[in-house]
């Protein structure tokens, strides 16, 4: 006879397995070679290939690539349309060799109709001799529905084998995906560490008076129950701030330096969203270190101890709750956070004349393509409304681009920019940076697609205008870098030119 207690614990996991989605990952791709070259391979003409049994990582045989004498890169690829439903994210996997130093590249391309674009890139670092894992991950928001001919790619560009490749969906959150909830959590959770200050107050805080999130890409938070604690580099430490009325702060943090002193970021301060600190190891001029044809996200050598306090650029807080959070680098710890001290200043701040967004480098495109570290185009259109929509909330009368508003100048790039500036509903200036000039036929999808970013018009971006109490120029120079200026004054004169200023 079935106890009422089983019975009960049956129910439970019925209800919950009705009511829970369960995500099992799916193997897409899964290939050690040990039964040949497979027929589903699509081979570049100007690569010989075939199995080998001298090198294997796993089983008996690899794949051996070699290119003919006259080919500089060759690949090859499986084509996935009709393997998968491009809608969950997927994470991918091959194994190399390689006798010498040689690059390989593993991908994720498609063609969005505009041309090819890689969705996402493996990383891993080869080393001549010894077998090394590449591995990759498309999330599962980079997907778009224009894309076809969507391929998984190993190129090379020398001799190399390749074994236990692998392609399978897989659930890995991003940041983004998670934040939503994680942000929900952190307010929830600094509600019972509310710190308050008013006019004229010095508030020293430590780790005791913050939430600590230890990875942004998880919805997990903790109490700090030490004075002191460590940043991790995907990490956020946040802490609550309710100012009585509107107030003009400085302040400085104490932090001992990471003992990864490579020179780069520390951490990043924020009050809000507003960066009001980011300090960096420093270093004497070095030679740039490389991370497949470009230059690493922070080279292999020893930077300069940095001061262990941190001063904070004055800023205003407004009436109410705020946070400021001290978040971690991504390339290593922020290191050991100590304490944070604030100084109100001892009349109500001064309410601004006139506020608008000034944003650089939005890089419209897709995929996530590596540059230094990763360029998140994908992400990027997402962000910038958003972005737009907030300073919306707060009252900016504009925002203004200030050069790259595309990754690479495509048309499908500017319709993108166009449809996100008329979601925004705010007035939108634009400047031309290089990326933005790549492709000939610019002058005619910028006068058909986001004209009214250019005041003048389409054809004349080098242009001025007035907002008062200020007024404002943007230039492009000739090679393509966006510059302009600000002039602030009750009833400011339009400028007749552009002036000679970067921003």
Known sequence: M???????????????????????????????FEKGVPREYSPDKNFKISTDTAYARSGKASLHLAKNAGATSNAVYYDLDGRMDFV?????????????????????????????YN????????????????KGVVHAGDWRKQDQQTRFVIRSYGECWVDDVSLETSTTATPAQAWPRLKAMIQSRTAKRISTVKLGDTLTLDARNAVLAPDTARVEVSLPDTASTIIPEEGLLVFAINATEDLALTGSLQLEPDADLRPGLRVTVLADDTVIAAPAVKAKAWKGTQSGNRPGPAPNIKGERPSSTVPLAPFRLSKGRHYITVAGPHIRSGGTFAKLELQAGTQPAEKPLYTFGLLSDTHLGSGRPEWINLKLNAQAGAELEAALRQLKREGAGFAIIAGDMTDAGRRSQYDELSRIVKRANLPVYGCLGNHDTFRDSRKKD???????????????????????????SCSTVPTGMARMLLFKGSGAARPTKPPIARA
């Open 446 to 472: 910028i006068a058909e697609t986001i004209p009214k970013l250019f005041p003048d018009g389409p054809t004349n971006t080098d242009y001025a205008f007035s907002k008062a109490p200020c007024a404002s």
């Open 2 to 32: 079935t106890s009422p207690v089983k019975k009960l614990h049956t129910l439970i996991l019925i209800a919950f397995l009705l009511t829970t989605s369960v995500a099992f990952s799916k193997v897409i791709i899964k290939n050690d």
């Open 119 to 134: 969705v996402a890139e493996a990383y891993g670092t080869l080393t001549p001799g010894k077998w090394c894992q590449m």
């Open 88 to 116: 969950d994210a997927c994470e991918f996997s091959v194994w190399v060799y390689t006798k010498s130093k040689t690059r390989v590249a593993i991908y994720i391309s498609t063609d969005d109709g505009g041309g090819r």
